[in-house]
T-cell receptor, first 112, second 112 residues
Framework: NAGVTQTPKFQVLKTGQSMTLQCAQDMNHEYMSWYRQDPGMGLRLIHYSVGAGITDQGEVPNGYNVSRSTTEDFPLRLLSAAPSQTSVYFC???????????FGQGTRLTVV | DQQVKQNSPSLSVQEGRISILNCDYTNSMFDYFLWYKKYPAEGPTFLISISSIKDKNEDGRFTVFLNKSAKHLSLHIVPSQPGDSAVYFCATLLIGADGLTFGKGTHLIIQP
């Protein structure tokens, strides 16, 4: 039972490059979300989706895009990477917004 | 301004004793409160939760207490074990909101 799978685990980008962080879940959850965690900070919500075809912004959406074409996948795109986007990114899924969230292992991104 | 505060960045407890982790929140409308545990290089895992209509929830060695008048919740771990050493995040949820709001976390260290 894979749960929530994130790839890659580590990534180094140059300023201005773009990339996509992948997230897939096999629990048939409707709600998926992306968080970032910075040193000494809690997790902050970037974008979320309540079902296929529906996405919305969280607390810190600038510089990121998402799409939800299937229930299983919720990729996060960095359009033009900036050093301020150096962080650990977590994808999560849950049955609904009010349910306990299951997190992936995280992607550690460094932008130089 | 932080809506969820965990004022102790770290806590050291002897094995076998009680660990008490605290969390304060500012929004009296929060409906649901959760605790997550996080090991290094892993995603957070759900530990225990409590609805705003309750004041206590117990699951094995873990008990969460909610004091709505003080806008305070706490997590009690009895007895503490070495495997409990981790970062613990308090999170809150407002029905109709977009996702979880996390505190900054408390690093619990269980000493032998």
């Amino acid at each position: 039972n894979a749960g929530v799978t994130q790839t890659p685990k580590f990534q180094v980008l140059k300023t201005g490059q773009s990339m996509t962080l992948q997230c897939a879940q096999d629990m048939n959850h409707e709600y998926m979300s992306w968080y970032r965690q910075d040193p000494g900070m809690g997790l902050r919500l970037i974008h979320y989706s309540v079902g296929a075809g529906i996405t919305d912004q969280g607390e810190v959406p600038n510089g990121y895009n998402v799409s939800r074409s299937t229930t299983e996948d919720f990729p996060l795109r960095l359009l033009s990477a900036a050093p301020s986007q150096t962080s650990v990114y977590f994808c999560a899924s849950s049955y609904s917004i009010q349910s306990e969230a299951f997190f992936g292992q995280g992607t550690r991104l460094t932008v130089v | 301004d932080q809506q969820v505060k965990q004022n102790s960045p770290s806590l050291s407890v002897q094995e076998g004793r009680i660990s008490i982790l605290n969390c304060d929140y500012t929004n009296s409308m929060f409906d649901y409160f959760l605790w997550y545990k996080k090991y290094p290089a892993e995603g957070p895992t759900f530990l225990i939760s409590i609805s705003s209509i309750k004041d206590k929830n117990e699951d094995g060695r873990f008990t969460v207490f909610l004091n709505k008048s003080a806008k305070h919740l706490s997590l009690h771990i009895v007895p503490s074990q070495p495997g409990d050493s981790a970062v613990y995040f308090c999170a809150t949820l407002l029905i109709g909101a977009d996702g979880l709001t996390f505190g900054k976390g408390t690093h619990l260290i269980i000493q032998p």
